[in-house]
Each structure stands twice: as C-alpha cells, then as structure tokens.
C-alpha cells in the first residue's frame, strides 16, 4: 500500500486508494470482483504502470515459448541419446562417465551453471551475447542453460527405463529372429521406453512455460518468469495473480496433451469406453 | 566469431548505459524510483536545478525572488523555452504541472513536495478547484506562496515532481533529450533534442540497456556493449586490480546515510545511554575499511559530510561552559570498555535484542559482524532476516528492537537527513522509524525549517543534529561511495551525487 501511494502519503490519499482498489470491501466480495473480471478475460491492470495485465502477459509469452522450445530441442536429444548410451554399454566406463556427467547436470544449481556458460560462450569465445531478447543469437544461451538439468534428468530416466527393457524376453526373441540391432533399439526399446520419456518432457516443458526465473533474469530474456518475479518482488497483485492463472492453465494444458500423446504412442494405454 | 554481436550492431554515436530494472513510469508526477528519475531528468525540466556544487541555479526560471518573509517565490521564467511539440512554456504551464501533482485523481506519491504551499490541503480535498499558492502573475512570471516560511523549499523544486510539462501532451518534456523508443524490460532509446537551448548535447542519444542482473551487465561491459556501469560489489576488486581498468574507475560519493537503528520508543532501546553503549561497542571504522572495501566515507552523524555545513565538536571545542553538555565530545569512536562500563552503570547487563535485516547476503554478514561486537559488549542480539517489503512493513511498524537501514537524499539538504527522521510527526514509513521523540530536537529543526538566512539555518541543524549525536537513536555508519568504470572511449563522464542532476550533457564519444 505504502510503495503505491509513496512513504509519505497522507493518510486521506491512502484511504482514496483503497476505495479505488476495492480493497476496503471484505474479501468475499473482492474475490467476487476478480472472478467477475476473470470472466470478461479481464486480468486488471497493474497498480504500478497501470498496463494492462492480459497484454503484457500475451506479449511476454511468445518469448518464454521460444525459449522453451528451444531448450526441449536442445535436451530431448542429448539426454536421450546418452541414456541410450549408457543402457547398452550398463556398468562399464561409459556409463560410469554418463551416470557422472548426469548427476552434475542435475546437482548444478542453474544460476551457477548460466554464468559459467555466460563467462565461456560469451565473454571468452564470443560467440553469442550475454543478454537481451530477440532472435534465435540471444536464446542460445538462456536454453543451454535451462536444457542442461533437463537432459541430466532424461539420461537418467531413459538409462533405467532402456535398461530394464534389454532384460525383457521379447529382446531376445528379436534378436533371436535375427533383426538388426538398429531395428531392435528403434523399433523394439525406444518404442516401449518412450512413456516415460515423454511424461519428463512433457513435465519440464510445462515449467518452462511457467517461467524460468532464474534464467531469464540472468540472461535478460524478456519473458514470462522475470515479469512474475517484478509482480512479486513489487507485490503487484494483479500481475502475480494473472501470471499464476495462465502459468496453471498451461500447465494443465500441456498435461493433457501429453496424456493425449500417451494414446497414441502406446497402445495398452489406449481408452475405450466400450472395454470397461 | 560465429555470430558478431559488438559493438558493430550499436546505434553509431549514442551512448550506452544500464539499468537494472524496468522504470515504472516516466510521468514526473509519479517517478518514485531512481530508473524512471535518472531518465525523466533528461527529458524535462524544471525552474531549478543543481550545479556541481549542490547550488541551485537557474533552470527554466532564469532568476527568482523571495519576499524578507520567506513566504513568496517569484520566478521570472525565460522566454524562448519550448515544449519538443512546440509551444513555448509559460507560467501557466508550471501551475498546472504542479496542481497535477497534487489533483488526487494522478494519484501521485509526490504530492509532499508541494505540501508547505498554501491552499494545497484545501485542493486536494477538492474544496477549491484551484491551488491558491500558485499564482499565475503574467506570462513569463510565476508565484509560489507558502503557508509558512520553509527553507528547504528551492532545494526541493530540483525533484522530478516539479518539472514542467504541456497539458496537452503530457509526456512532451523540454529537455535536452527525446523519448524515441521504449521497448518494456529490454531498452530505451533517448535521441537529442536538437532544438534544446539549454546547452551542448555531445551524443546524438542515448541507450538504456534494461539488464537485471549486476553479472551480466559487467560481461556486457567487458565486451564493450556497455559504456559505463556501476561497478557491483562483487566486481569492485577485480577492476581495480585490473591495470586496463583500475585508472578509468571513478568514485561517486552518495549523500546517504547508512545507519543501525534503536527503537527509542520501547525497552531496552529507549535508555538513551544504552544506545550510546552501543555506538561505542561496534567497531565501524574496521568494518568500513575490512568488510565494506573502504567503499565509503567514516560517518559522524545522520548528516552526510557533502551537506554537513558545520563540524561535529570534538573534546573542549565547546564555545560556551555553561552548560553540562556543552563540553561534551561528539565524535564517537570505538571504545568497548566505555560500552561494557556503561552498560554496568545503567544495570542493563544481559540484555537480550532483536536486530531485523533484509535477506540480502551482504547485510546479513553485517549483522553477524555486528551481533559480535554487541555480544562481547554484552547485549545478545538475534538476527531475524525478512523479505523486503515484510522487513519494510514490520520497522514502519516498530517491530524491531534494532534494524539495519540506509536514508538517500531526496533533495540536497541537511534538513532531509533531519527533519524525516527525527522529528516526532514522521513515525514510521514517513522516516522515523527509530520513533524517536525529543521535544528540543523536534523544535530546532523547525526552526531550522522557518529560518530565513543560511547561518540561521545551519546552527539550528546543527544543534539539532548534536542533540540526536548525543541521544544516538542511530548509530550512523557510513556515506556509501559508489564506483563506475567507463570505457576508455568514453570521455568526460561526469558523477553526480543525485541521480537527477546528471541531464546528459557532459558525456561524448571518442573513437
């Protein structure tokens, strides 16, 4: 209250304010008034700049999903990759080595691991700028450093699961008939180890698209995690409750397209109402 | 080099600075923040402002008149000063500026600026539709009336609140730069007003690289991206080792007080000689040099020494001996004996307190740093660290025993540092937040505030400021110096201790 109407209002001010924000109404009827404006797709405005809440989010939102996408591009295929690796070659040195580089991934708190890959790319090598928003030169950066704990968590995730699977009889029976290892890994194993795979990544997306505070503070990355952090730290009300509610709603969102993408890459989870 | 990304994709001619956050706005009414003031201060103008000398001079107004009774400013405002639409500023002008500040409907945190002036109340509780104090006398000349006389008065007419702008279009300033571009959480883009009267603009603009983190904008410093920054901590030692860097870092000393803070208002913090225990008990000329890298100026008082108009007495230096006190030494070094013998005479050993700071890393180490000198003085201090607006909330409220704390000028008066934190009408949020209550104190910075003449005035603050010494509601730190480096094309770059006063003027690039 203080921080809008300044350390210094008079307390006439104050109370001009709180009848203008509806604050000196009780909480059901606050509540009632929010949800009547969430109704009309109305977030409000923020008590600071005045801005409205809905444009500034969908303006920020279309940065934090490239960034996102960028960052699954990045981590899908490497963490995959090395648990693949590490499943085929299980307990010898290469997959002492992955089982290593995964647990420093995960262990690694990103605001450290952003500015070494800051201090390295950037100010040694030169190769992208530190920070900013815009085209793909600026998301390198960001994404590496979002993707590096998500494809220590795949690597570990797709090792156990590929590994279990390389016990199963009907590996055997495949290579018994004969197929090609090429065949069996794609055909046989990624197809039977893709579940959960696809549940981490379905998972880490929808917390990129939450916001990656931390990471797009650092890298300056205009989007949807520094605009919820200012919201918090300003306790700008209508910002933190407009971020939360689409935050909530994509991630549900991306649940259930996940859940929909089960039905079609695995058949035994497919759902049919005449079955039951 | 895979991608180039410097400097070759900067604007050819405009400087490059940073700020770490998003201003909130740049309406002048409503700047609160030193993001949206530093850039406003360029933009527009007001009838005052400062020269390097903390003076006031001529802005807008090129001379002003005030009655013998301290009550009316007479501005004579220059002709030939536009608006960047066009029109010329006349007195009108400033008069619907400054009742904007005060209509309730801008919902300014501005509005005491112009408080002292007459019929201000009146009209923010819309009982007149007009400010009386402001008087429109002819085109070029405009009056202020004050309720009662109030010295720091000018002073505070060089705040972003006081400059002028159109009614027409409100963000159209007079000032030696044009808003061109603001693109929200990433940059804004400033481009020479071209027809500026004011003076010389060497850059064709300016650009404000918005970049939260103090890391980042050192890399972006160390690759040239950017053209001066504020050195953080963290990198302060590193540059000044560095040979390339170490000549091209300028210090700019703050007029700020960093300070510890008694609550005066409850036990054990209202024992005044309690408070001066622990002013003696901690070491802070050490902590200045050791812990804070010397990044700032030994503190004596609440007064920072840059508006400090007076000396602070020293043993015998008492002019008259009459009273008991008048002898009394000022100056309070570390002496851990005296502390512990004064605890002892006042029976307070054992003493248990609460110091609250804000989470931030550094402050916390300060407050272990302070919790141990206190300790061996015999006052067992707990820390209790919170989020920054609960840490505002609960020392506006007078909850802590103790808490750590700094005041920034808001205008270049020592009757900033006085009268906000000391007089008993600004408990809490307004400054007081020591709640400190003294009724001598309280009159002599009145007094200080009606007082016509500058001499007046300094001995009332300065009698003042020896009364709170003496009662120590604070134990006053240190004036904290900041660092800038700036690049080596960079030339003539100039600090100022207040944000505002730099409009953009003195810098140039050479390549």
């Known amino acids: 209250m203080l921080s809008l109407a300044g350390e210094r209002a008079h307390p006439e001010i104050i109370e001009n304010i709180k009848k203008e924000m509806g604050i000196d109404k009780g909480f059901i009827r606050q509540y009632a008034g929010y949800l009547k404006l969430l109704m009309h797709g109305n977030f409000g405005t923020s008590y600071y700049t005045n801005r409205d809440v809905l444009k500034d989010i969908a303006a920020k939102f279309p940065n934090t999903l490239a960034l996102a996408f960028v960052a699954t591009l990045i981590a899908v295929p490497a963490g995959v990759t090395l648990g693949f690796i590490a499943a085929y070659r299980k307990d010898g040195l290469i997959d002492k080595c992955v089982n290593a580089v995964s647990l420093a991934g995960l262990s690694i708190p990103v605001f450290w691991s952003a500015i070494m890959i800051m201090l390295l790319l950037s100010l040694k090598l030169k190769l992208f700028p530190p920070s900013g928003t815009g085209d793909i030169r600026f998301l390198v950066l960001p994404a590496l450093a979002l993707a590096i704990p998500a494809a220590a968590t795949l690597a570990r995730i797709t090792r156990t699961t590929v590994a279990d699977i390389l016990k199963m009889p009907y590996i055997n029976t495949a290579k018994a008939k004969g197929l090609s290892s090429l065949s069996i890994s794609s055909v046989h194993v990624l197809k039977n180890a893709i579940i959960p795979i696809v549940t981490i990544i379905g998972l880490d997306f929808g917390s990129y698209l939450n916001g990656a505070v931390v990471t797009e503070t650092i890298f300056g990355w205009d989007g949807l995690g520094r605009f919820t952090m200012e919201g918090i730290i300003k306790r700008d009300y209508p910002v933190i409750l407009g971020c939360i509610i689409t935050g909530t709603a994509v991630f549900v969102l991306v649940n259930l397209i996940t859940d929909i993408a089960y039905h079609y890459l695995d058949p035994r989870i497919r759902l049919h109402a005449k079955d039951r | ?511």
């Open chain 2, 1 to 511: 080099m895979l991608f180039s990304c410097s400097p070759s994709n900067r604007l050819d001619g405009y400087v490059y600075y940073r700020l770490n956050a998003n201003p909130t706005t740049l309406d002048p009414a409503l700047i609160t923040d030193v993001s949206g003031a530093s850039i406003a201060a360029k933009l527009f103008n007001g009838l005052v402002k400062l020269n390097d000398d903390l003076e006031i001079v001529p802005d807008i107004a090129e001379k002003w008149e005030v009655s013998k009774d301290g009550l009316r400013y007479r501005f004579y405002i220059k002709k030939g000063v536009s608006f960047i639409n066009g029109r010329e500023v006349k007195a009108q002008d400033f008069k619907y500026a400054f009742e904007r500040v005060l209509n309730p409907k801008t919902k300014s945190p501005n509005t005491w600026v112009f408080d002292k002036v007459e019929g201000a109340k009146e009209f923010q509780k819309r009982i007149t539709r007009e400010v009386k104090g402001f008087k429109v006398i002819d085109g070029y000349t405009f009056e202020i009336k004050l309720k009662r006389p109030f010295s720091p008065f000018l002073s505070m007419l060089t705040m972003t609140p006081a400059y002028v702008i159109p009614k027409e279009d409100i963000d159209k300033g007079t000032g030696p730069f044009i808003l061109k571009k603001w693109l929200h959480n990433r940059e804004l883009i400033l481009e020479r007003n071209e027809k500026y009267l004011g003076g010389n603009v060497k850059v064709k603009g300016i650009v404000y690289k918005i970049i939260p983190e103090d890391l980042t904008a050192v890399t972006e410093f160390e690759l040239g991206n950017l053209d001066v920054i504020s050195l953080p901590a963290s990198a302060y030692s590193k540059f000044k080792k560095d040979k390339h860097w170490s000549s091209r870092i300028i210090s700019m000393k703050g007029l700020n007080t960093y300070y510890l803070g008694m609550n005066s208002s409850r036990p054990p913090f209202d024992n005044a000689n309690l408070r001066k225990a622990v002013s003696y008990a901690i070491d802070r000329k050490k902590i200045l040099e050791t812990f804070y890298e010397n990044r700032g100026r030994p503190a004596q008082g609440p007064v920072p020494d840059l508006l400090r108009k007076w000396k602070i007495r020293e043993r015998g230096q008492g002019s008259r001996v009459n009273g008991q006190g008048e002898n009394e030494n000022l100056v309070i070094n570390y002496d851990s004996l005296k502390a512990k013998e004064i605890i002892k005479r006042e029976g307070m050993s054992g003493i248990k307190a609460k110091m609250y700071v804000t989470a931030d890393q550094d402050v916390v180490d300060l407050a272990e740093i302070i919790q141990s000198y206190l300790l061996s003085a015999g006052i067992a201090v707990d820390i209790k660290q919170l989020e920054w607006s609960a840490y505002k909330d609960a020392i506006n409220k007078g909850e802590a025993d103790m808490f750590w704390l700094s005041w920034w000028a808001d205008y270049p008066d020592a009757e900033n540092f006085l009268f906000p934190l000391f007089h008993s009408s600004n408990f809490g949020s307004a400054g007081n937040r020591t709640r400190y209550a003294n009724k001598e104190a309280d009159f002599l910075i009145e007094q200080g505030q009606n007082a016509l003449n500058e001499k007046d005035r300094n001995r009332f603050y300065r009698k003042a400021e020896e009364i709170i010494i003496k009662e120590s509601p604070w134990v006053s730190f240190w004036h904290r110096t900041d660092f800038l480096v700036t690049q080596p094309w960079i030339r003539g770059y100039k600090v100022y201790p207040i944000y505002t006063m730099d409009k953009g003027m003195d810098v140039r690039i050479e390549r």
